[in-house]
Structure formats: structure tokens, C-alpha cells
């Protein structure tokens, strides 16, 4: 399955309790870098995703200037 996460708290909720469920996850961000913390989410997303997975997460920087 493919779960779209923010690196917000619901997003990351929803992304822990999947993987708590047994489900096989692919894990997506979207990064529109519009705000100072989105490198940093983005970071957090990646370690995080890769922690529970073992998959690096598909990541699609967008800059919007």
C-alpha cells in the first residue's frame, strides 16, 4: 500500500498505526517547500519511513516560488 505523509502528526500517526497493523507500506511525501521546516520534515519522514519499512520513502520535491 501507498500511504501520502505530511510529516504532521496525523500523517506520522497514520503511517505508525498501518505499520503496527501488519500492512506492507510504501510511504510518499510530497515536498512543496513552502515553509522554513520542510527540509526538516522531510528529513524526519524519510528517517522515520525507513526505520519502520526498510524502504527508502518516494519523495517528489516541488518548488513553488
Do not use: W
Amino acid at each position: 500500500y501507498i500511504v501520502g505523509v505530511s510529516g504532521g502528526p496525523d500523517s506520522m500517526a497514520l503511517l505508525n498505526m498501518l505499520y503496527e497493523e501488519g500492512y506492507n507500506l510504501v510511504t510518499c511525501l510530497v515536498n512543496y517547500n513552502t515553509r522554513k521546516e520542510s527540509s526538516l520534515e522531510q528529513q524526519m519522514v524519510k528517517k522515520y519511513s525507513y526505520l519502520l519499512t526498510q524502504l527508502p520513502p518516494a519523495i517528489l520535491p516541488l518548488a513553488f516560488h
